[in-house]
Nanobody, 124 residues
């Protein structure tokens, strides 16, 4: 079992920056793929970014490419999402997710483990 706990969401002005964290615990997850997803009211959950915990390739949605950076700290068992140049359309409930085997996919149904979400609000 893998437990995921997100934090860092808050109200920020458009153009500002925010860093989300996802603390990971449980069984050995070095073989897992991790992802950030988001869901705005009335919209479907959408993929934001993903990486393999063991390292290597990361993947981004076109809407955040060049503005968001996904990373992880092995020593702290924590994944991050650095979000820069935030736009009002980035406002959503952000979730971290994990799946095994460690292939990054953009489909939320492929991920078995989810956190409770952290709210990001962007004021214009």
């Amino acid at each position: 079992q893998v437990q995921l706990v997100e934090s860092g969401g808050r109200l920020v002005q458009a153009g500002g920056s925010l860093r989300l964290s996802c603390a990971v615990s449980g069984r050995t997850f070095s073989s897992y793929a991790m992802g950030w997803f988001r869901q705005a009211p009335g919209k479907e959950r959408e993929f934001v970014a993903g990486l393999r915990w063991s390292g290597g390739t990361s993947l981004y949605a076109d809407s955040v490419k060049g503005r968001f950076t996904i990373s992880r700290d092995n020593a702290k068992n924590t994944m991050y999402l650095q979000m820069n140049t935030l736009k009002p359309e980035d406002a959503a409930l952000y979730y971290c997710a994990a799946r095994s085997p460690g292939l990054i996919t953009t489909t939320s149904g492929d991920y078995s483990y989810w956190g409770q979400g952290t709210q990001v609000t962007v004021s214009s």
